[in-house]
C-alpha cells in the first residue's frame, strides 16, 4: 500500500507539470531588443574592448573622467550608432546594422555618464579640433613628448607610427587617446608628457601621425 500511495503521488506531481495554468506562469525568454539594463549591455557590447566599468582594455577608457570631461552625450551616442568606418569600432544602431534599439543606446549613453566626476581640469584640450593641424611642428612636440615611449620616429617598441596601426584608427581616435591615455597600459593623459600638451599640441600630434599614415615621410629632427 505504501508504495501504491507513492506511485499516485509521484504521478500527480508528473502530471501536474503540463497543467494550462503552470505553462501560463512560465518566464516568457527577454528577446535581445528587450534588454534594458545598463550593466547588462555594457557587458554584452563594450566591455570587451573598453573594459569591465569602461576602464580601458583594448581601446580607450570610455568611463574614465577625463574621457567624459571632453565627450558629449552627443559623441557618444554618435560613435555608438555609427561607428568608425574602417575601424575595429561597428556600428550598434539597428538602422546602421547593429543590433540595439534606439532605446538601448540611450540607456547605455546615460549609464556611461553617470560614471562621470565633477573634476575639473586647467587647460584641457578638446574633443574635437577647431583648427587644422602642422604636421611639421607636431613632429617636433612628438619627439619631445611621445619619444621616449614610442621610439624617435614613432615606431619603437610601442610604435604608434606604424601604417599598419594607423590604418586601423581614425584622426579623431588618436586625439581622444593622446587626451585621454591608456592609463591601464601605461599611457599618460595629456598632462603626463613631460609638461601639459595644449590643444594645439594635440592637434598637430594629430595632423604628423595622419601624415605617416599618407605616407608624407617628413624629415628627421635629432632627438
Known amino acids: 500500500m505504501k508504495y501504491a500511495a507513492l506511485i499516485v503521488v ?26 534594458t539594463n545598463f550593466s547588462e549591455l555594457f557587458s554584452r557590447n563594450c566591455s570587451g574592448c ?21 565627450a558629449g552625450d552627443s559623441d557618444i551616442r554618435r560613435t555608438m550608432e555609427e561607428g568608425r568606418s574602417g575601424t575595429p569600432m561597428p556600428a550598434f544602431a539597428q538602422r546602421a546594422g547593429g543590433m540595439l534599439t534606439d532605446a538601448q543606446i540611450e540607456i547605455l549613453v546615460h549609464g556611461i555618464r553617470k560614471w562621470a566626476t565633477p573634476l575639473q581640469y586647467e587647460n584641457l584640450p ?18 619631445r613628448a611621445c619619444s621616449s615611449c614610442h621610439g624617435r620616429d614613432g615606431r619603437g617598441a610601442r610604435a604608434i607610427a606604424e601604417r599598419s596601426y594607423l590604418a586601423l584608427v581614425t584622426d579623431q581616435h588618436l586625439r581622444t587617446l593622446i587626451i585621454v591615455g591608456m592609463p591601464n597600459l601605461g599611457m599618460p ?3 603626463g608628457h613631460n609638461k601639459p600638451l595644449t590643444d594645439g599640441d594635440v592637434t598637430d600630434l594629430v595632423a604628423w601621425l595622419a601624415s605617416q599614415r599618407e605616407g608624407l615621410l617628413l624629415t628627421h629632427l635629432n632627438p
Request: charged share 25%; with cysteine.
Open 50 to 70: 573598453h573594459g569591465k566599468d569602461g576602464q580601458g582594455a583594448l581601446t580607450i577608457g570610455i568611463g574614465r573622467p577625463v574621457y567624459l570631461a571632453i
Open 10 to 35: 509521484v504521478g500527480f506531481a508528473l502530471s501536474s507539470c503540463d497543467a494550462p495554468g503552470r505553462r501560463a506562469a512560465e518566464v516568457r525568454a527577454i528577446r535581445p531588443g528587450e534588454v
Open 189 to 191: 593623459d595629456w598632462r
Open 126 to 143: 578638446s574633443y574635437a579640433s577647431s583648427q587644422t593641424g602642422d604636421a611639421a611642428r607636431g613632429r617636433e612636440v612628438f619627439a
